[in-house]
């Protein structure tokens, strides 16, 4: 990503880390997100979710070797995740 | 996603789709990429990592299904694999 015009590609995936970092950074291991870091960016990043998820357990089931913090790798599962259903709901509203 | 301002993880899931959705609309069925407008779709977008892969290989191991089109779930996992790679070259160059 080194030329001078990112694509629009681009641009999404530096966003992400970029969202990742912001938060990540706030308290602890700076390369992964607390529990306190996971809850702040749900409810800043995806304010018109909250009431569709218990934010408890969706932290735990994100967290997949059990240490406690989401790291990037865990992140990127929840973006998975986020994307289809995005998706979805696009794909869904075009056809409709 | 329907209040006013969408956020910065918000913002970067729809570039996604977008991304997904001009080169699935090129031909064939809109919701999905043929090979050929995968490859198109990894020259514009990704045109820095065009000496990295072998272009025909990628997209075989991408179609999970053999159906010769990459779908939005097949598309999302590349999406995964190209976050955590620049997420790595991201942390390494912050690091050193």
């Not at 995806?46 to 735990?60: N, W």
């Amino acid at each position: 990503m080194a030329h001078q015009n990112p694509t629009q590609l681009e641009t999404a995936l530096c966003m992400l880390i970029n969202v990742f970092e912001k938060y990540a950074k706030q308290e602890g291991k700076k390369d992964t997100l607390t529990k306190k870091e996971a809850k702040t960016l749900l409810e800043k990043e995806l304010p018109g979710m909250k009431s569709l998820y218990d934010g408890d357990k969706l932290l735990e089931s994100l967290d997949s070797d059990g240490d406690n913090e989401i790291d990037f790798k865990e992140f990127s599962v929840f973006v998975i995740c986020l994307l289809c259903c995005a998706h979805n709901n696009f794909f869904l509203n075009e056809i409709k």
